[in-house]
């Protein structure tokens, strides 16, 4: 099997310069520990996010010697996917690792949430995955080679009461990612899937989840998933289930149940008020 190491010097190998990794979603958590994997492994890497600790965390990552490019842009919308697609693509520099990670959660009962809110999960953790792919992936195919991850989640595993878009965008996303994998086969691109469990982030406090069970419980490390999805995507496999073995047995779990008792289950650890 191909170690991550030899894969990275392989890309290197093949093209003049350090490799390029597109991380969005990489001003904190997941997203920001991804953007240092490959960093170390001698990527240069653009980052880009909405929010202003962007620029802030691409200070911190700009000490690994190697180019850090940040871009702030919105890609709940068409036109911050396409922005950003125009400056990954400036100068005819190939992306050679193109990483999914943006995202947001809404918690709380779907009737009372904000419909504004969970159009704009919708856009962002939905549309601009599928749009910022096709855009990559046309070109990566043209080239014929490429990596792809996508940022999905255990909770794509099972319905999910409490944060229902949030989990239903998952599962989109993570059937979306081993869709397009097969058709890709023999094209040189590869696309894995990333599932993290509950991961200590702000994720929680911005969906308006924290005093769920889920929240109060047990969390992994950012740079622990990055270094378990990092790896996979190095070495081609189809998705990984990334930190404790507790997220195996979850994902486990909830593949094996019917959805009525899954979702079910699933609402314990989501309803609000449940961690208190």
Do not use: W
Not at 129 to 153: I, Q
């Amino acid at each position: 099997m191909t170690t991550p190491q030899q894969a990275m010097e392989q890309t290197a190998a093949d093209q003049s310069g350090p490799p390029c990794a597109v991380v969005t979603g990489a001003s904190s958590g997941i997203g920001l520990a991804l953007a240092r994997q490959f960093l170390e492994h001698g990527y240069d890497v653009l980052v880009a996010a909405e929010d202003d600790e962007l620029e802030a965390a691409a200070d911190s990552l700009r000490d690994s010697g190697s180019q850090v490019t940040a871009v702030r842009v919105d890609l709940s919308t068409p036109e911050g996917v396409n922005e950003l697609y125009l400056r990954a693509s400036h100068g005819n520099r190939p992306i050679d690792v193109l990483v999914l990670n943006a995202g947001v959660g809404v918690g709380g009962p779907f009737t009372e949430t904000d419909l504004e809110d969970d159009l704009r999960l919708v856009d962002l953790n939905v549309r601009s995955t599928v749009h910022l792919a096709k855009l990559v992936m046309r070109d990566m195919v043209d080239r014929g080679s490429g990596k792809v991850l996508v940022t999905s989640s255990v909770a794509a595993k099972a319905p999910g009461p409490f944060h229902a878009t949030y989990a239903a965008s998952k599962a989109f996303v993570h059937s979306f990612a081993e869709g397009v994998r097969v058709e890709l086969k023999d094209t040189g691109v590869t696309v894995t899937s990333l599932m993290p469990g509950p991961t200590d982030t702000e994720f929680f406090d911005r969906a308006d989840m924290e005093d769920t069970r889920v929240a109060q419980g047990s969390k992994d490390d950012p740079e622990t998933v990055a270094a378990d999805g990092f790896a996979a995507l190095m070495e081609g496999r189809d998705h990984v289930v990334a930190g404790s073995v507790k997220n195996n047995l979850m994902a486990a779990g909830s593949s094996l149940q019917p959805d009525a008792v899954a979702a079910k289950g699933m609402s314990k650890m989501t309803e609000p008020g449940s961690g208190t």
